[in-house]
């Protein structure tokens, strides 16, 4: 079966610090992929897409490391509001993560 | 601006009842799905379908069918509704062909099997 592992967390990060996750999946032939933000008791929603030479919104960096095959995502500068679980996802075929919880310490 | 609406947003069933979960869409999105999520488990396929008339299994297949008769409408049937059916259902769509499409996904039907 193809697999994508994340560390459940959850990571209790203070407000204002630089929080990482990383994601790494079983299968080479994969060629989306993405992160998702599930708040509690919601649906998923998208975050950002993940390209290979990786990419920036905002406080959000998401990276691709193809060869060891993982990809990561870097909160800068952490809000009360980024507290979440944190989703990635490849395709195809379409696997999702079993998230990292995160919560940010006022 | 409706995207993906999944009905009802509750259910609550006895064991061996029969239910429908709808799931629409309106953004002409080839490719629907169902997910389950379960505490520890993330979300876990459970069919899927790539266009009117074309459906297949993800990894929990069993205790569901479903239909899409319609771009817009891929309803989920319980047939025999069991207790290990509680869960929260969500309902994804995206375009198929475009690159790497991400999913859209409905408020999700928390459903709970006595």
């Known amino acids: 079966r193809k697999e994508v592992e994340q560390d459940p967390g959850p990571f209790n990060v203070p407000e204002g610090a630089t929080v990482a996750f990383n994601c790494t999946y079983s299968n080479s032939a994969s060629q989306s992929f993405f992160w998702y933000r599930q708040d509690c008791r919601k649906e998923p929603k998208l975050l950002m897409s993940v390209y290979s030479s990786g990419n920036e919104d905002g406080r959000f960096t998401a990276q691709l490391n193809r060869a060891s095959q993982y990809i990561s995502l870097l909160i800068r500068d952490s809000k009360l509001s980024d507290s979440a679980t944190y989703l990635c996802v490849v395709n195809p075929p379409i696997i999702f993560g079993k998230g990292t919880r995160l919560h940010i310490l006022p | 601006n409706a995207g993906v609406t999944q009905t009802p947003k509750f259910q609550v069933l006895k064991t061996g009842q029969s239910m429908t979960l709808q799931c629409a869409q309106d953004?002409?999105?080839?490719?629907m799905s169902w997910y389950r999520q379960d505490p520890g488990m993330g979300l876990r396929l459970i069919h899927y379908s790539v266009g009117a008339g074309i459906t297949d299994q993800g990894e929990v297949p069993n205790g569901y069918n479903v239909s899409r008769s319609t771009t817009e409408d891929f309803p989920l049937r319980l047939l025999s509704a069991a207790p290990s059916q509680t869960s929260v259902y969500f309902c994804?769509?995206?375009?198929?062909?475009?690159?790497?499409?991400?999913?859209?996904f409905g408020d999700g039907t928390r459903l709970s099997i006595l």
């Open positions: 994804a769509s995206s375009p198929l062909g475009q690159g790497d499409q991400p999913q859209h």
């Open positions: 953004m002409n999105h080839e490719y």
